[in-house]
């Protein structure tokens, strides 16, 4: 398997900047951030899954022009999955018919657009063997993270989250985790407001690091705009037991 970095900024604000999604082969997208819309109409046509950490924006902004621009050349619904809680607000406050129109009803009920699955942290999603697993995460809405299992190897991604037991644990359980990819939103001159918004910072984030058992090749992501090499500099400064990198726009995973 792999995975595309389509988006990974904290924030917006040049080429290199869009907000979080991830291609995962060519069919399913992890979150839908501002990433999506530098895809091919052709690409966006091959989306048949999209799983989603949390219903902020910089998460879900794309996601409605994703299934408007493809949803009548489909032969069957885009399927999005979510939490209950995170699927309760996108479509309470998104899928609407006041922000934008709800494609569950589009053309009718029983040919629609879209289609919501409900999912529920460590029931595993099965897509051809390929096994997709909600974990816990720890942020101001409703949130989870993913590990994606290729059958040899695994990927992790926390989502947004801050320092959090429950997720050191789950992925220590992860027997074969090859790459992680986790936030630091803040550097650590801003450690107040990464607690109060339940982000990372290089501090919290080389506590979770040097408190996980498995050793995968690190990540960062969701860096603010105008911060990232003060952050990348300060997580440098730590000695963390594992390799960690800067992830970037174009980043190909594969696992």
């Not at 501002?34 to 902004?61: K, M, N, P, Q, R």
């Not at 569950?104 to 529920?120: G, K, M, V």
Request: aromatic share 8%; charged share 20%.
């Amino acid at each position: 398997m792999k995975l595309t970095v389509l988006g990974c900024s904290g924030g917006i604000g040049g080429a290199g900047r869009r907000t979080t999604a991830f291609l995962v082969d060519d069919d399913i997208l992890i979150d839908g951030g501002s990433g999506v819309g530098d895809l091919s109409y052709e690409d966006l046509l091959c989306i048949d899954h999209i799983f989603i950490t949390h219903a902020h924006l910089d998460h879900v902004a794309f996601i409605p022009f994703l299934v408007d621009t493809v949803g009548d050349e489909r032969q069957r619904p885009i399927t999005l999955y979510g939490t209950r809680e995170t699927l309760h607000i996108l479509r309470s406050h998104l899928f609407n018919w006041l922000v934008w129109p709800d494609f569950s009803t589009i053309p009718d009920r029983n040919h629609p657009f879209l289609r919501y699955q409900e999912i529920a942290v460590g029931d595993a999603i099965d897509l051809g063997g390929r096994k997709i697993t909600p974990m816990p995460a720890h942020h101001t809405v409703p949130a989870v993270g993913y590990a994606v299992d290729s059958g040899s190897a695994q990927l992790a991604f926390t989502g947004d989250t801050t320092y959090s037991a429950e997720v050191l644990q789950a992925l220590d359980e992860l027997p074969n985790l090859r790459h992680l990819i986790i936030e630091a939103a803040f550097p650590d001159a801003l450690q107040g407001l990464a607690l109060a918004s339940r982000h990372l910072c290089p501090s919290l984030l080389a506590m979770m690091l040097r408190e996980l058992n498995c050793r995968p090749e690190v990540y960062v992501t969701h860096l603010k705009p105008g911060k990232g090499k003060r952050i990348m500099a300060e997580v440098g400064a730590y000695e963390l037991p594992m390799p960690v990198h800067r992830l970037r726009q174009g980043m190909v995973l594969e696992f």
